[in-house]
Structures are given as C-alpha cells and as structure tokens.
C-alpha cells in the first residue's frame, strides 16, 4: 500500500508508536491594528511573542527581515508550548494563496496486513462531485488552511467547529496535525492562516485573475494564535511509514485583524465535534469536504464525497481509521468528515492519508485524546 498526506505538507503515511494524549502549545498574539493591513509585508511582534522568540535564541530583528524563512533546525520550533505565529501583514496575497500548492510526494508505506489488526476491503472509488456555490449558503463552514514550511507556501483545509465553553463565539479551526506540524524530524508550520469559504462563488482561475481579497476571502484571513496537535504526532510524526495517522489531528485558535467579532459569528456558523469516535460498522454514510489541490484539480474550488465508511488498520496497537472511497488528492488533508445525527451535522473525523491513485480517503477516530486536546484549547485559549 503506498498512501500520502493529501496537503502541501510531504506527503506521506506517518509512523507513529505510543498512547492518545492531548498535545497543547502556547504562543502570545495580538493583530496588527488596521492600519498595517496595506499590504507592506511588515511585521507586528507583540511583546510576549518577542519574549517567546528570545527565549529560544532567535533575534527579533531578523524574523522581521525575512528569519521565519530560516528552517534550520536548531532553529526550528518543535515542542508543544513552543508554537509561535505572529502576524505578518499583507503576506498571504491572493495571488500567493492560488500558488500554495502540494508536492504530492508520495512513499512505499507498511502493509495492513490482515495480521495487523482489522481492515475492510479497499473501497470503490467515489468521484469528488464540487460543492454548490455560493459555499456559504450550502456547505458546512469550511476554508483553506495556508501555511509555510521548508518547501514552500502549502495549504490544507479545515472546519469551523463550536467552542463547547464560549457558545456562539467560537474561533476554533479543526484541521490535520501534518498541517501544523512536520513531526518527529521537525517543528511548528509558519504563517499558519484560515481563509473560510475560500472562493465562495466558486469562480475558474481566469476569473479570478484579477480578484480582489474580498472575492478570495469574504470573510477575511485569520491568522492562529493558538495551535494543538497530539503530542503522538509531534514526537513520533515521520515521512517513512503510516503509523502516526490514527494521530493525525490538529486545533487552531484564530484571530481577525479586521474586526472584533467571533470566527463563528463572522461567518454565521459552527459545527460540534463528535468525540464518541462510533464504529464504521455504525454509520451508515460519512462525508468528506475540502479543496483538492493536486491535478486534476487546482485547489479552487470545494469538493466532498460521501460513501458508507470502513475499516483501515496499520497496526494492532494503533486505532481503527475510517475510510471511504473518494478521488480528492492533495489539499484536501485536514477538511472535515461530516455525518449527521438526529438531524444535526457533527464533525467525526478529518482527512489525513490516502493512496498513490487517488482512490480514497481515510481519517483518525476521534477519541479522548483529541477530545482532551479541544478541552484544553477551549479552557485556555478560547474567548480571547
């Protein structure tokens, strides 16, 4: 089986080895105030992300003039509480949004054996029908996940999920961990912004040769102050197998430096997340949505495909995934699983690994440990 990370991270299965426990970070943020956003590429440092960088060697000075492009890794930002972001202005253009792109690298990953705990049969493939537009008006609050790391500008997609201790005012984001973090061999993505609703009408590449940022970004750019991923992913996150994605699950908190409002009352909606991580033989229909980047696509516009899930396992020691058949590629990874329940639509999951050929998507269980993990994210970090 050869899978890949379906984002503009390397893609890849991810090996990983060890219990679900809740990862979390710390980074100060305040945004810049409106006047900054001209477009000059500047910099606004809070003081306690100042702090934070001195802390670990790093001269403030320089990551104003272009340090953040230094990937060394001694200078690579890779614990829990080390995630920094801190705003620069101006960066994520429109232009610079459409070149995001996915290398779509692909590795020879471990069998799932049928020894190695249970897996159903590989799925038909289901081909990615495009979502009706305006996105708004039709699909679960989704966007485009942008972010830098050693091999360029990348992007993924995510959800807006409900903040359980602050209702109707979320700033929460579910996305991949391999979306915010590279893993074992490196540390915390850069630049890490949410443009929900991306392309929101669904517009073709020659229409949006000249499009404003209001057209690729109705609801504005929202940068992550807050980022938390499995402390699984950070230490066992790697290129060479697939083992870390039963892990491969990520929370941003955002901030707007356009306005005072909430992310969920900015774009009117948020979804719960469902924790009870229910068995595929259980669900008759899951849906996965985002934006596929890698050809055919162009990452434009939003996808989804929706199938009765099954079961893929990498390892006995490891969770079950669920998976489905589904011709999205990469760009996608991070965008959430939707299944509805008593007439309500729940996020169950998100897209984290799939095959060479494209044929389907498969993404973790969420259990107590990511549970724990938007616990601590909402205690912490929400309401600011």
């Not at 500008?153 to 929460?172: Q, R």
């Not at 011709?327 to 939707?338: E, L, V, Y």
Request: hydrophobic content about 35%; some cysteine.
């Amino acid at each position: 089986m050869r899978c890949q990370h379906l984002t503009g991270v390397t893609p890849a299965c991810v090996p990983y080895v060890g219990p679900a426990r809740a990862g979390a970070v710390g980074a100060a943020f305040s945004p810049p105030p409106a006047s900054s956003q001209n477009g000059d590429d500047k910099i606004r440092i809070p003081d306690a992300v100042k702090s934070k960088l001195e802390e670990h060697g790093i001269d403030v000075d320089q990551w104003k003039n272009g340090g953040w492009k230094n990937w060394d890794k001694d200078k690579w930002l890779s614990e829990a509480k080390d995630f920094v972001n801190p705003v620069i202005a101006g960066l994520w253009k429109p232009e610079r949004m459409k070149s995001a792109k996915d290398p779509d690298k692909t590795i020879s990953a471990k069998d799932a054996a049928a020894d190695q705990g249970v897996s159903d049969p590989d799925p038909a493939p289901v081909e990615a029908t495009a979502e009706k537009t305006p996105y708004h008006d039709h699909a679960a609050p989704v966007g485009k996940v942008f972010f830098d790391s050693p091999e360029g500008s990348m992007v993924c997609s995510g959800t807006v999920v409900k903040d359980v201790n602050h209702p109707g005012t979320s700033n929460l984001v579910w996305t991949a961990g391999h979306c915010v973090h590279a893993g074992g061999k490196g540390g915390w993505y850069r630049n890490i912004a949410f443009v929900p609703a991306y392309n929101n009408q669904g517009r073709s590449e020659s229409e949006l040769r000249n499009a404003s940022a209001a057209q690729i970004a109705p609801y504005g750019e929202w940068w992550a102050d807050w980022a938390s991923t499995s402390n699984e992913w950070i230490a066992g996150g790697d290129e060479t197998g697939g083992a870390g994605a039963p892990y491969d699950y990520a929370l941003l908190h955002v901030q707007s430096a356009q306005g005072s409002k909430s992310l969920e009352e900015t774009v009117g909606s948020a979804l719960d997340v469902d924790f009870s991580a229910p068995s595929a033989r259980d669900v008759s229909t899951m849906g996965a949505w985002g934006y596929p980047a890698a050809p055919p696509y162009n990452g434009l516009k939003m996808f989804k495909c929706v199938d009765r899930p099954g079961r893929l396992s990498l390892s006995p020691s490891l969770p079950t995934m669920y998976r489905i058949g589904c011709t999205m590629t990469g760009g996608s990874s991070g965008g959430g699983w939707f299944r509805v329940v008593g007439g309500k639509t729940e996020l169950v999951s998100n897209t984290s690994i799939g095959p060479a050929g494209n044929t389907w998507l498969a993404g973790p269980q969420l259990g107590k440990g990511a549970q724990a993990l938007y616990e601590n994210m909402s205690k912490r970090y929400g309401g600011r």
